[in-house]
């Protein structure tokens, strides 16, 4: 098995605050924007996917549509983000949130290489806030090992591309595949806004965790970094093929959060934990 994401920061002073999963946290940030969607709109929509529609073979990949609310610099907002197979053996995950203040749509559109490793071919991250746009782009042409980096309207960057490399969304999926092979620690090299950067985490623990969905095994990673006062943790659920279920970043007295409202993975709906699984792991 990633997208703040850019997580995984709506102004350039949020942007720094950190770079895990930048993509779900930078629609995050502007999603004081947040639609509101309702649990049962959710499971429609997912159920209606093309890709569901179209083959009842089990993708390599695991399907998804989960909604999110979060607390950003003070404000209630919401994110949705959804992970499809738009043609046979092709994929993309999305991050998308939007209302007065302006919308944010975040994308990453990849396929499985031979070797079952994720081959990202296009990114992309368009934003509007305040009447304020921009939009980024990048394109993977593995055949002549370069990615192509364009910001709004400046000249583009070429940057070589090596095997293994991610973008900010392929790389949290890598890490939630990575945990379902059971690994503890984990790098990734990831281009990030025409830039080649490493992002380094580790399991801390496991545990059962209180969400609006109801208890939720859970696994604790965090972000390895050089800043003492960068703090970011993410909880990932166990039984559900690792999808985030909550996130808490935190530098100096600034302070995010980001919680799973619900979500449905492959046509089934993530359901709590009965009680009599209800046991500190």
């Known amino acids: 098995m990633v997208p703040p994401s850019n997580i995984f920061a709506t102004t350039a002073h949020n942007m720094g605050l950190t770079k895990l999963l930048l993509p779900l946290l930078l629609v995050i940030a502007n999603s004081a924007f947040g639609n509101q969607l309702s649990s049962k709109a959710v499971i429609q929509d997912s159920s209606q996917t093309a890709s569901q529609k179209s083959s009842q073979q089990k993708s390599p990949i695991n399907l998804y549509r989960a909604n999110y609310s979060a607390k950003f610099s003070g404000l209630n907002i919401q994110a949705v983000q959804k992970l499809e197979e738009i043609e046979p053996g092709v994929y993309r995950e999305s991050l998308s949130a939007k209302n007065f203040i302006g919308k944010v749509n975040e994308q990453s559109t990849f396929s499985l290489t031979p070797d079952q ?33 364009k910001k709004d309207d400046s000249a583009k960057v070429e940057l070589a591309l ?120």
């Not at 296009?122 to 921009?134: L, M, P, Q």
């Not at 969905?213 to 390895?224: A, D, F, H, M, Q």
């Open 162 to 281: 090596e095997t293994g490399y991610l973008d900010m969304i392929t790389h949290r999926l890598q890490l939630r595949r990575d945990l379902s092979a059971g690994k503890q620690v984990f790098s990734y090299p990831v281009i990030s806004r025409g830039k080649l950067k490493q992002y380094d985490y580790r399991v801390v623990s496991k545990q059962i965790l209180e969400t609006a969905i109801g208890p939720l095994n859970t696994v604790k990673v965090e972000r390895i970094t050089d800043d003492d006062k960068k703090k970011v943790s993410v909880w990932l659920a166990c039984d559900w093929d690792y999808l985030i279920v909550k996130l808490a970043q935190s530098k100096g007295k600034d302070s995010h959060y980001l919680e799973l409202l619900n979500a449905v993975i492959n046509d089934k709906r993530i359901t709590p934990l009965a009680k009599t699984d209800e046991k500190q792991l």
């Open 117 to 149: 490793q994720l081959s990202p071919s296009k990114y992309s991250y368009n934003r509007s806030v305040f009447g304020r746009d921009r939009s980024e782009v990048q394109n993977f042409d593995w055949q002549n090992s370069l990615v192509h980096y």
